[in-house]
């Protein structure tokens, strides 16, 4: 094969080239974690943090299908402790400002939370 190197370089490249947006992207989203308003009593969240970073969408679709589709209202956490499943009474009862906590990583991704649909925008922010 004559052009054996031309095309095993060529492929080297074409490889590189591909995985150069990837590797920017996964260096840029650990870079620029947007800073956010953590609860002033210091309590913990339903999860572990870190796991709430990357798996709460998948947990309130899972709260949202239990309490509308099956009724159950109450969440028993992995430590044992029971949280009722509702954004305002748990959540935003520690996240007490969207603005300074929600809105600042989903804008920061371009994300627009379909929450919003069912829930009263006027009960995002306590007075």
Known sequence: MVDG?????????????????????????A???????LPAGGGRCVVAAARMRSEHPALLADWRTRAVRSGVRS???????????????TCFSC??????????????????????GCHAKATREKP
């Open 5 to 29: 190197g031309r095309v095993l370089g060529g492929l080297f490249v074409v490889l590189v080239v591909g995985a150069v947006p990837a590797w920017i992207g996964s260096v840029r989203s």
């Open 31 to 37: 870079a620029a974690r947007p800073e956010v308003a």
């Open 75 to 89: 969440y028993h956490a992995e430590d044992g402790r029971e949280f009722s499943i509702d954004l305002s009474e």
């Open 95 to 116: 996240h007490d400002s969207a603005v300074s906590f929600c809105d600042r990583c989903h804008t920061e991704v371009g994300i627009a939370p379909s929450c919003w």
